[in-house]
């Protein structure tokens, strides 16, 4: 069965610093992949996205996020954090087909 | 353009009533989705629908739950009889096609007393 797993529950960073997110999934073909962002009290905002080709996606607000097909992960990445980027963070995966599986997502904080 | 629009921003209800929470999605997608989202949860498929059709009801929890789209547009979610349990975040999405990626609501945030 597809899965997806942020084995992160919360990540806190400084302001400045760098940050990873981890995400693993479990399909067992070449899957759809997203970042989405949500804010408190607001619905999910897509980072970015991997369909297929450039394993490295670059997304808004700075993000970007590699693809490994030989670690089944998916981890976002942004290279200098800043205080509007805490919020909750979630991976999905497109099992070929309309139904999204999420991750339980990660809660971000970042210190001033 | 606009977004995917919800209403009510906010519902609270007593046990054993009914609700209607509303989507309005963005204008020309076909493609429209509801999923829930409970406190320290991910967030869970309800429902899709292509046009006005669901070929997929498989993840409403009960049969208190039904959704309708009509004019390929706006759709409703209704919760007949609703319990405490189904106080959470109902999060409507909507994507250009099927496979393209879904764009989010800012959700109805529900509360059974």
């Known amino acids: 069965a597809q899965s997806v797993t942020q084995p992160d529950i919360h990540i806190t960073v400084s302001e400045g610093a760098s940050l990873e997110l981890r995400c693993n999934y479990s399909?067992?073909?070449?899957?759809?992949l997203f970042w989405y962002v949500q804010s408190p009290g607001q619905g999910l905002q897509l980072l970015l996205k991997?369909?297929?080709?450039?394993?490295l996606v670059q997304g808004i607000k700075g993000f970007e996020a590699e693809f490994k097909r030989s670690q089944s992960s998916f981890n976002l990445r942004k290279p200098s954090v800043h205080w509007s980027d805490a919020a909750e963070y979630f991976c999905?995966?497109?099992?070929?087909?309309?139904?999204?599986?999420f991750g339980t997502g990660t809660r971000l904080k970042v210190l001033a | 353009g606009a977004g995917v629009s919800q209403s009510p921003s906010n519902k609270v209800t007593e046990k054993g009533k009914d609700v209607e929470l509303r989507c309005d999605p963005i204008?020309?997608?076909?493609?429209l989705y509801w999923y829930r989202q409970s406190l320290g949860q991910g967030l869970e498929f309800l429902i899709y629908?292509?046009?006005?059709?669901?070929?997929?009801k498989s993840g409403l929890p009960s049969d208190r739950f039904s959704a309708e789209r009509t004019g390929g547009s706006v759709s409703t979610l209704t919760i007949q009889r609703t319990q405490q349990e189904d106080s959470a975040v109902y999060l409507c999405?909507?994507?250009?096609?099927?496979?393209?990626?879904?764009?989010f609501g800012d959700g109805t945030r529900l509360s059974i007393l």
């Open positions: 999405a909507s994507s250009l096609e099927v496979n393209q990626p879904q764009h």
């Open positions: 399909y067992g073909a070449t899957p759809y």
């Open positions: 629908f292509q046009g006005n059709s669901a070929p997929d």
């Open positions: 999905a995966v497109g099992a070929g087909t309309y139904k999204y599986i």
């Open positions: 204008s020309g997608h076909t493609a």
């Open positions: 991997y369909f297929s080709g450039d394993t």
